[in-house]
Structure formats: C-alpha cells, structure tokens
C-alpha cells in the first residue's frame, strides 16, 4: 500500500509545478502536456521550476481569505479571547489579571467546586454510560446489517439512523412524554412484558435521572457507531473472510478473533467523537431538565453549568468570566482526549492494509 | 443441508433483533405523531392506537399556528440553515481546491490550522463571540447565526472536499490551463461540477447540526422574529407543557421537515457516511 502511495503523490506534485509554469506560455509550448508523445520526465519539470521566476499567485489568496477569514474571525480568535478571559476577574469593580485565580475558586471555593465537580463527575458517568451502553449495541447491529444478502438491510439502516437527525429538543420532549407517568406509555408498555413493577419516575428521581438521560442520549446516538462499524466492517475483504472460513474459523470466533481487531480503528473514531460530544453536551439536558438539570443538581454537566454560570439563570447573576473559565476547562478536557487519541492510541493501533 | 438450516436459523434471528430495534428506533416517532392527530381524550385512552374517524382532531395543530409564529421560526430556520450551506460549501471547496491544487508555502500548516475546528467545538468561544456579536451590533439578527455555523461547518467541508478534489484528474485541468482559461474558471467550470456528489454529501452533513442546534439561537438570537424552528418549538412547548394536543403537533411539526428531507437525501447521507469512515 505504502509502496503504492508514495509515487502517485510525487505524481500529483509534478502535475502540480507544471500547472505553474504552464501559465506562462512558453512552457506550455514547448512542452505539450497533451500531446501525449512521452510521460513528462519528473526531473525535467523540477528544473524548469528552478529555472523559472514564480510570479506571485494571487489566486491561491483569493481562494483562501474567505474562509480563513470566517473562521479565524468567529471560530479561533474567539475561542483564544475566551482561554485569555479566563484568567481575568473583577476585582473590587476593576477588570484586571488573576492569574489562575479563577481555577483557584472553580476548584476550591464551596460556592463553586461543589457544582464543579458535580458536573465533572456527572459528565465522566454520562460518557461512561455512552460507551458502555451505545459502542456494544453500534457493534451487535452492525455486524447484523454486514450480514451478506441479508434482506431489507438498507431500510433497517435508514430506520435507525432517523433518531440521529432529529434535533434534542425533539427527542428530549418525546421522551419526556413517553416516559411522563401521566401519559402511561411506558408503564403501559412495561406492563405487556410484565415488567410494570419496574417503572418509576426516572426523569425525576436524583438517582436515576443521569441514567435516564444518557440513555435517552445514547438512543438517538446509535445511528453513527453503527454506520461508522458497518463501512468498516464492509471494508473487509472477502479473502481474508474466506481463508478464515477454510481455516474452520466461523461464526463467534470469526468475529472476535478476525473482525474485531480490524474494526478497532473504528471503535477509536466512535469513542473519540463520542468523547468530545459529550463533553460537549447541553442541549438534551437542557430540554429535558431545564437548565438548573434537576432534580437536585443530578443531570448538571459541564455544559449546562458553564449556561448557567454565563448566563445566569433566575437569581443566579451571569459571570463572564467564570464563564469563560469553566469553558477553559472544557476546552483542555477535550484537547486532553482529543490528543490522547491522535498521538497515543491511533499510533498505537495496529492498522492493517489489504 | 443441516449447514443451510442453521444459516437460516441465523438469519432469522438477524431480522428478529434487527426488526426489534427498528421498532425501538421508530416507535416514539410513530407515538407522536399519531398522538398529535387525535383529540386529547384518545391521547390518553389509548396512546398506541393510530387516529380513527372517531378520535381524529386537529386541534393541536390550530393551537400551534395560531399560537406559535411557527411559519416565521420555519422561515427563519430555513434562511439561517440554505445560507451557511452555502457559504460553507463556496467558500470550503474555494479553500479545499487552493490547499489541494497548488503546493505553496505553509500549505500543510494552514490545512492542520483549518482541520483543528474540526475536533474542537466552537461552543467553547460562546463567551467571546457573544461579546463579538454584541460589539458588531448582530446580537438576535440571523447574520450572526449564519457567520457562526459558517465558522462551525467549514472545517470539516474542507477537509472532506480537498480529499474528493484530489482525485480530480490533473490531465483535464491542464487542458483547461492550455485553453486559457484562468485559475478561477478551472475551479468554478472544471471542478465544481466534477465534485457535486461531494458536496451534496457536505451539504447533509453541514445541514443536521444547524437545523437543530438550540445553543446559538438560545444566546445569540433569542428575539421573537429571529427564533429559528428548534428554539421556537423548545419555547412553545415549554410554555403548552398542561396542553398536549399542541405539544404532540408542535413536534410532529418539527419532525415534519427532517423526515421529508432524510426520505429525499437517507441514500446520500449513508453513502457519505460509509465513505468517509474508511479515510
């Protein structure tokens, strides 16, 4: 594969340089790209570009500024300000630099930490459930759509995706109702599996409301693991398949033992971005919750509490620049998991090329 | 023969759990919907039953569009939604075709600088672009909600469009070079239309994210006549919460448009999905 590679991106590079000169005419007259007499020898390009002087190529600006301007101007330069607010406060009504004060009080003072670590821990317990919960089910279903000339498997594949598209607020009120004992769909459906006796108010009870919540999550999530699994699943070729079968390795040991090592690269995109969604995550708590992610505090993650602590909400004043502070945190978790996973566990993993 | 009993044994529990979860993914959409047909006595009867000639209302719905401004929130949803896709697709394949055609320097820098937006979400800025917002004067204007999903989609847009641009054949560009015509017309008449299916693919995916986030227009544009559907339907709701006739309609609403466009575009978007996983 590497052997393969290499020599078309050299390729792709010679076409590149020629496209420079060629602008000026005499390059392309004297040598025709079209005429197709010989493939153009790589060293001959290489020492017209050293002989030519490049003219400036306005173009590739023009190509460039409007998104490097649009992004650099609402994405970058903003999140840069927010990492530079947090380390400012107020202090006795003036605005000035606290150096990791802010940290200090999020993590310490008992007006914050309690919230803070709450969020944390809820937080860490709502990407647990995610992984524990949505990665098995992704992997089960996909290996049942990649089961060959199995009939019916794109609408499946389309029926549970449908989840993923629709927005939290969405989801987060069905559920809502669905799970609302007023309504009694769900004690009413427990009950024709005779499971009735389980039902409770989960939503508003402190202990099972997080769980409660993240499943809701992972129910209009499963769409992407599973996707994701099933076109790496379907990038298995055959052979590899086939000499496992000759080799009498079928069925659950063909999975475990030849498919999952190949998919594992897959599992790490799912988590990673399952990773930085959830701790990125607001909208369905808020939906569901309300943003003081009741009962008790027990749905509050980061991304509810940096709203609130922003915002403000009832009697709670918004602070900007604990605001920005717990959005600081934010931003190092993520980048913490973000490059564990790019320089650790990716590196790590063994890739195979077929 | 007991081999090809067992395989269809196999299969048959394949459709058995993967019909299961088809319902356990369907189910509430299916609940809704048909609950926001009928009159709230039925609704509570019996949930499960599809709306007959005796139990069909449109009650919710009347509540709903008297109430609610929800063809203005749609309006607004869409504006807000078609411009960014359209920034994002110009302006990310303008950029995805400078850092895939031309070697210059800083090219692979500025590619990283351009993927890191990818992974890193721009809700994290929400502190300082409100108060860029605020200083320009967008604060509950649509340009604002279209300046940051722009931002938000176009990493990902060129990420995905410069790997499709590559395969664009050098030959036909050169062709076009020795034709005279300029870079621009290569890019805008050679290999825009070459990468549609491409962008059609960005497009879906640029789409799902802005149409139903509730951040932003909770922040930026909370006023009345620039709520978009998602933020419109939040607020109506909460407010119906006791009348749920129109809390059902209000959703189904709200579905309503995705699933139409999913119907249009379920192929599109699965394609673009499997693609992308392999790179």
């Known amino acids: 594969m590497a052997g393969i590679s290499k020599p078309r991106r050299r390729h792709g590079r010679g076409a590149d340089e020629c496209a420079h000169f060629e602008r000026h005419r005499g390059c392309a007259t004297r040598k025709p790209v079209r005429t197709g007499q010989r493939p153009m020898n790589k060293r001959e390009i290489m020492m017209d570009v050293g002989e030519l002087k490049r003219p400036r190529r306005w173009h590739i600006l023009v190509f460039l500024t409007p998104a490097l301007l649009i992004y650099t101007a609402v994405m970058i330069l903003p999140l840069i300000e927010t990492l530079r607010q947090s380390f400012f406060n107020t202090v006795d009504g003036e605005y000035t630099f606290v150096g990791l004060g802010n940290f200090n009080v999020l993590f310490g003072d008992p007006r914050w930490a309690a919230d803070f670590w709450n969020a944390l821990r809820n937080n860490v317990i709502f990407f647990l459930i995610h992984m524990a919960v949505q990665n098995p089910i992704g992997i089960a279903l996909a290996a049942m759509l990649s089961v060959p000339k199995l009939r019916f498997s794109a609408f499946y594949r389309t029926a549970i995706f449908l989840p993923t598209l629709l927005s939290f607020v969405i989801v987060g009120f069905i559920w809502k109702l669905i799970l609302s004992p007023i309504w009694g769909v769900a004690p009413y459906l427990m009950d024709l599996v005779g499971l009735k006796w389980l039902f409770a108010p989960w939503l508003g009870r402190p202990d099972s409301a997080l769980i409660a919540v993240s499943l809701i999550s992972v129910w209009q999530y499963i769409g992407i693991p599973m996707m994701l699994i099933y076109a790496a699943l379907l990038n298995i070729p055959d ?64 991304g509810t509490l940096l709203y609130r602590t922003f915002f403000g909400f009832q009697l709670q004043l918004g602070d900007r620049s604990m605001g920005a502070t717990i959005a600081t945190v934010m931003f190092l978790i993520i980048l913490a998991g973000v490059s564990l996973y790019l320089f650790v566990i990716q590196r790590r993993m063994r890739r195979y090329q077929f | 023969m007991s081999k090809a009993r067992s395989s269809l044994a196999r299969t048959g529990a394949v459709h058995v759990a993967l019909i299961a979860y088809t319902l356990v993914a369907l189910f509430p959409v299916f609940l809704t919907i048909a609950n926001s047909f009928k009159s709230r006595n039925a609704i509570f009867r019996e949930p499960l039953a599809v709306p007959t000639p005796e139990t069909f209302s449109l009650i919710g719905y009347e509540t709903v569009l008297k109430q609610g401004d929800f063809i203005g929130y749609f309006q607004n949803s869409v504006v807000v939604t078609v411009v960014s896709i359209a920034l994002v697709l110009l302006f990310g394949a303008m950029a995805a075709f400078a850092l895939s055609e031309y070697r ?37 204007t649509l340009t604002a909600l279209i300046l940051v999903y722009t931002a938000q989609g176009l990493p990902l847009a060129v990420f995905i469009l410069s ?9 036909l560009k050169n062709a076009g070079r020795i034709d005279g015509l300029s870079e621009y017309a290569i890019f805008f008449q050679l290999v825009l239309p070459l990468i549609r299916p491409a962008m059609a693919t960005v497009a879906v995916f640029t789409m799902i994210p802005i149409w139903n986030d509730l951040w932003f227009p909770l922040i930026l544009a909370p006023a009345e006549s620039t709520k978009t559907i998602t933020l419109g339907s939040q607020i109506f709701i909460g407010q119906f919460v006791t009348n749920w006739n129109a809390v059902l309609s209000a959703l189904s609403l709200a579905i309503f448009p995705v699933l139409v466009l999913y119907v249009i575009f379920s192929r599109q978007l699965i394609r673009g999905i499997t693609a992308g996983a392999v790179k």
Do not use: H
Request: glycine share 10%.
């Open chain 1, 239 to 302: 052979e590899v398949i086939e000499a496992a079968e000759l080799d009498g390795v079928t069925g659950w040991s063909q999975f475990w033992k030849i498919k999952l090592p190949l998919i594992l690269p897959a599992i790490g995109i799912v988590s990673i971005l399952t990773f930085v969604g959830n701790f990125n995550a607001f909208d369905l708590i808020y939906t569901v919750q309300g943003a003081l992610a009741g009962p008790n505090g027990s749905t509050d993650i980061l």
């Open chain 2, 104 to 140: 210059f320097r800083g090219n692979t820098l500025m590619g990283l600088y351009l993927a890191l937006g990818i992974m890193i979400p721009i809700r994290l800025g929400t502190v300082a672009i409100l108060q860029g917002m605020v200083a320009t004067n967008l604060v509950n």
């Open chain 2, 163 to 171: 790997e499709f641009m590559r395969t664009v054949s050098d030959d």
